[in-house]
């Protein structure tokens, strides 16, 4: 059971130092513990039972449960119950395809092709794929999969003059680092990408098959080929509770 604080205040519990937390904090982690022993997969207690086991309100158990399924640590099924979440997908940080990450990984990649559209570029967009204000740009827009589960919603821009009749060898399931280097002869030499956090919007939750608010990654990347020259400018949305991103730190 938990234990409540000595002056009885609602919704804490004392912790092994005396000082007060929220119920919830304390449920919480209490089934990290038990997750620990659990593989992919286990249902968990219902609300309910839970409620009762640690005398607490329902109230208190989904405030708990909705922390640990933002954190990727549970999936919660509608009319079916909450269970063991699969562990998160471990990217390392490298200048490589979604395709081949999710090949190394044992993964099945593939991709729902949303939008391929020539547009004129304006702004600082025209600066980033080093082209003027006015000129055609390629918009590709994909869903990407891995063992056909949704991962991340990725927009990309390529200079249109550069790449002419790109658009016959885009495919779905294609890996575009693949088609620039095959048709195009363009190897990428360097990139520049930064992650940010951000909340899952309505058109974003219904595409990646999450909740609205769920915590979200936003990449950018900025790729350039070994002339120099900018390749893409790509924006793309990865589900926070099923990916983390990794990396080597050298001195």
């Given at each position: ?94 200048l490589s395809s979604y395709t081949e990450d999710m090949r190394k990984q044992g993964l099945k990649p593939s991709s729902k092709l949303l939008e391929l559209d020539e547009l004129p570029v304006e702004g600082e967009l ?126």
């Open positions: 059971m938990l234990e409540t604080s000595p002056a009885g205040e609602a919704g804490t519990t004392t912790g092994v130092r005396g000082q007060r937390e929220p119920k919830y904090w304390a449920l919480k982690q209490h089934l990290l513990d038990l997750l620990e022993a659990l593989p992919p997969g286990s249902p968990i207690p219902t609300e309910r039972a839970l409620a009762g086991e640690f005398t607490v309100s329902r109230t208190t158990v989904r405030q708990a449960l909705a922390d640990l399924t933002a954190e990727g640590r549970l999936h919660r099924v509608q009319g079916k119950g909450t269970f063991a979440a699969e562990p998160k997908l471990a990217q390392r940080l490298q025209a600066k980033l794929l080093g082209i003027r204000t006015g000129a055609k740009m390629l918009r590709l827009r994909r869903l990407r999969l891995a063992d056909s589960q949704p991962m991340a919603l990725e927009t990309t821009h390529l200079p249109l003059g550069r790449f002419r009749g790109l658009r016959k060898h885009i495919t779905a399931g294609g890996s575009l680092y693949a088609v620039l280097r095959e048709h195009y002869g363009v190897e990428l030499e360097r990139a520049e990408e930064t992650i940010e956090t951000s909340l899952a919007g309505p058109q974003e939750a219904e595409m990646l098959g999450s909740d609205v608010g769920m915590p979200v990654l936003m990449l950018t990347r900025h790729s350039f080929a070994t002339d120099g020259k900018p390749v893409e400018f790509a924006r793309a949305v990865y589900r926070g509770d099923r990916y983390k991103f990794t990396t080597t730190l050298l001195p």
